[in-house]
């Protein structure tokens, strides 16, 4: 069995890949030359959940009244009906991406550029000492002209 797998490591040792023809280049430049160009890069909706998920809160903040008598302990709503006061707040660069030149609609090369956050937002209760934290990722693109000089 040794002798086996030592004759055919052998054999794949020698096998070299065959070389590119200028058919197949030729081929390739005529589909690429052909292909629609790549669509603009699609909205990235996930940055709205960094405004609508803070407005839901205010808006249950807002609605609370506080004639009404206190939910039951446990029940998770304690903390919507507190006094909730945003404490802290932090944007964590995760990754930051150079996808190269582009050009504007108006000819003017500009760089783009693709940045990673997260985003943490610390919530706390003084009178009961609850917190609530709240983390979510958000991208930004980001076109930069470029000046060649």
Known sequence: ????????????????PAPVTDRLWARLEGELATAAPPPAAPADWRWLWSFVLPAAAAAALMVWQPGRPAPARGTGAVLAGGALRPVAAENLLVRARDEGLVTL?????????????????????????????????????????????
Request: charged share 40%; net charge negative.
């Open 105 to 149: 609609d108006d000819g003017t090369p500009a760089r783009r550029e693709r940045w990673t956050f997260v985003d943490t937002i610390t919530w706390s209760d003084p009178r009961t000492n609850a917190s609530l934290t709240w983390t979510v990722p958000r991208e930004e693109v980001r076109v930069v002209p470029v000046v060649f000089q």
């Open 1 to 16: 069995m040794d002798d086996e797998l030592k004759d055919l490591e052998a054999e794949l040792r020698r096998l070299r």
